[in-house]
Structure formats: structure tokens, C-alpha cells
């Protein structure tokens, strides 16, 4: 991981269509989309916190928007099991 970046994990509830069809293409823009609702990137605090600013003015009362920092000891305990992606690498590309 770069200097700084920790792998952040965004998860939102947004119940409204219109609100969740921006929020999704905010988040799609900064991350990799995981599960329907669950986007992961690798980025720094500061992005993060702007990313996560854009999605929560489109936010209404009700809806929610989770952000998940996991440093470089919590990424080395985290799995995926199953058909998940695998994690986003700082080492070259993989295909899906």
C-alpha cells in the first residue's frame, strides 16, 4: 500500500431510488464495487473524508453511509471466501 493509504470499504442504505443511483456513481468513480451496496479502494484519509462527504449530502433522513478504514495489520487478517472479488492490489491487474 501506498504511504498512507489504508483500504477503505464504503457501505451505504439509500432508500430512495434517484438518491441511490447517485450515491452508487459517486462511489463507483472512487472504488471498486464489491457487493450491490459495497465498494472497497485503496486511498488516504483525506480522500476518504471527501468521498464520503460527496455521499452523505445526497443522503435523507434514514438513509446511512458506513466507511471502513482497515490498516495494513487488518488487511492481513481479512479473507474473502467464495465468489467474492479478491481485494484490490497495489501489484499489477487482475481479471474477474
Request: proline share 2%; hydrophobic share 40%; aromatic share 10%.
Amino acid at each position: 500500500m501506498a504511504r498512507g493509504e489504508m483500504l477503505t470499504v464504503f457501505t451505504y442504505d439509500v432508500s430512495r431510488d434517484k438518491k441511490r443511483r447517485r450515491v452508487a456513481k459517486i462511489l463507483e468513480d472512487a472504488a471498486s464495487r464489491v457487493q450491490y451496496s459495497v465498494f472497497e479502494t485503496r486511498m488516504t484519509r483525506q480522500q476518504a473524508a471527501a468521498v464520503a462527504q460527496r455521499v452523505a449530502a445526497e443522503l435523507d433522513p434514514g438513509d446511512s453511509l458506513r466507511v471502513y478504514a482497515v490498516g495494513a495489520n487488518g488487511l492481513e487478517r481479512s479473507r474473502v471466501y467464495g465468489d467474492g472479488m479478491p481485494f484490490e492490489t497495489t501489484e499489477g491487474y487482475w481479471i474477474v
